[in-house]
């Protein structure tokens, strides 16, 4: 029988080799609001310095059930808990890992102070200190003894919480501490995009949860609306899927989106959408959440290439942490792998998620719009056209008025005009997330007035002051501007 031997890791280099796991500054921040949100937090407080005089420091602050001592300690232990643990609902969680290599991935100091049941506890992990002594040194301190005495004070107003404070910062890429400043204050800005898209649904109020609030330096975070549900505007919803795993309870629950034409939106509606620096074409696809904290978005998981003509359509897939084995969540909660069984499902029913996208991309419907459209567009196969409609009324009537060498004009023109539109400069605007200007609603209303001043300039007997009347009447006296009236004297005199 061969001989057990017992060998534990060198601390110091076991902790460097878990800081390159891949954090980002936004994704470790995220790991430690879900702590918060499993501790049952209802607000959560990011912190940082707010001058370069003072010490450099990033805090979150929460009002959760908070931590006695013994609790503090086994937090603080490297994989305190085995992934294969049954967790609650509310534990976004899963290796054990995330307070400590989230943190470690950013600073040298971290520490934690709890406040449960009238008592306070503190603990900390400092690589500087392993390093000197090579062993898995945790520091704990005594109520007197911890350094932040302000969010201490803070946690004992909210009657529990923790707060997990990084100091220390030798991956942000400054050592100088006006330098460091402004560094952690663009990371900020990064985290404040990512932490509204991540938990934009713990943030608003949906079902039954209540929405819990998450600032930064006193700025509340507004909820990003990836599939802009809540909007004026709003998205098409085209259905809900349940898809059962064998030998489970709990199902995956698949639910499709179409967002509005890329010409209704504003640049707003897009900011809402996602993170910035981020763009429609790489946001299309699957949206994992795990007890509705968001995963991984952007992408078909292979099963279709990115494509302009699916740009629309976006698919939000609900997990529940049960299924995290089966997913293959990675340690960072930034990544997962549907099983074959669900790829499959998924596949299947590809064509129907991102039909309604194709037909607002492409017109793919292969037929001709209505006869009062202004322009007839069509696709059939791979060849598509954009037209001017002759045959519309107004065009119709445009001509009627209009004296026989006039039309010939204007009739060669618009076709002039039809051969030169700029399709490729018009594409390639789409192609990008730009949205196309709007028509202001005093444009709108002009050109409305000026349409209705067509169509009655055609009536039998309908004389000048006949339609000035009418127009008054439809829209008000003030909308008789100088450009009106002269519009009516033209297809007057052209009847």
């Known amino acids: 029988m061969p001989k057990a031997l017992s060998l534990p890791p060198n601390p110091f280099s076991m902790l460097n080799s878990m800081r390159a796991i891949g954090y980002s500054f936004p994704t470790a921040v995220a790991d430690i609001v879900d702590n918060s949100i499993a501790a049952g937090a209802t607000r959560i407080d990011i912190r940082t310095s707010v001058s370069k005089h003072e010490e450099i420091y990033f805090a979150v602050l929460d009002n959760g059930c908070g931590m006695c001592e013994d609790e503090l300690i086994l937090a603080m232990q490297i994989g305190s808990r085995s992934p294969e643990c049954s967790r609650s609902r509310k534990d976004l969680g899963r290796f054990g890992l995330g307070l400590k290599t989230a943190s470690l991935s950013q600073c040298r100091t971290l520490t934690v102070i709890s406040f449960k049941e009238s008592s306070v506890s503190a603990a900390s992990w400092n690589l500087n200190l392993i390093e000197n002594t090579s062993d898995w040194s945790l520091e704990i301190f005594d109520e ?45 800005q990064d985290t404040r995009e990512h ?42 919803f085209t259905g809900t899927i349940l898809f059962p795993i064998k030998g489970i309870k709990e199902c995956v629950r698949v639910t499709s989106y179409t967002l509005p034409p890329q010409d209704k939106m504003t640049a707003q509606h897009q900011k809402k959408l996602g993170v910035a620096g981020r763009g429609l074409q790489e946001d299309q696809g699957f949206y994992i959440y795990r007890e509705r904290r968001l995963i991984f978005w952007g992408g078909w998981f292979g099963l279709k290439p990115i494509e302009q003509s699916s740009k629309l359509s976006r698919v939000q897939v609900d997990i529940p942490n049960l299924f995290d084995k089966l997913w293959q969540l ?30 607002a991309q492409t ?27 002759f045959e519309s009324a107004l065009l119709k009537k445009i001509f009627e008025n209009t004296d026989l060498d006039n039309a010939k ?30 028509d202001s609603e005093k444009d709108v209303l002009e050109m409305e007035i000026f349409d209705q001043i067509i169509l009655l300039s055609s009536r039998k007997g309908y004389r000048e002051e006949d339609i000035i009347g009418k127009i008054k009447e439809l829209y008000g006296a003030d909308k008789l ?15």
């Open 144 to 188: 007197k003894e911890i350094k932040h005495q302000t969010l201490l004070e803070e946690l004992k107003k909210n009657g529990s919480g923790t707060a997990v404070i990084w100091e220390d910062f030798d991956r942000l890429g400054a050592v100088e501490k006006d330098k460091l400043f402004d560094v952690l204050k663009e990371k900020l």
């Open 481 to 495: 501007t100088e450009e009106v009236k002269s519009f009516i004297s033209l297809f007057v005199k052209a009847k």
């Open 409 to 438: 004009r204007l009739k060669h023109y618009l076709k002039r005009l039809q051969k030169a539109l700029p399709i490729d400069w018009i594409t390639a605007q789409y192609a990008t997330d730009y949205c196309p200007e709007k």
């Open 363 to 389: 017109s793919a419907s292969g037929t001709v719009f209505k006869k009062e459209e202004l322009w007839l567009k069509q696709k059939k196969g791979n060849e598509f056209f954009v037209r001017i409609n």
């Open 330 to 359: 990675d340690v960072k909660k930034s990544s997962a792998i549907p099983p074959k069984e669900i790829r499959q499902e998924l596949k299947k029913r590809l064509e129907e998620f991102i039909k309604r996208s194709k037909i």
């Open 195 to 236: 932490l509204s898209l991540v938990f934009h649904r713990f943030l608003s109020q949906e079902d039954k949860f209540s929405p819990i609030t998450i600032s930064i330096n006193g700025n509340p975070l507004i909820p990003k609306d990836p599939f802009l549900k809540s909007d004026d505007i709003g998205s098409v």
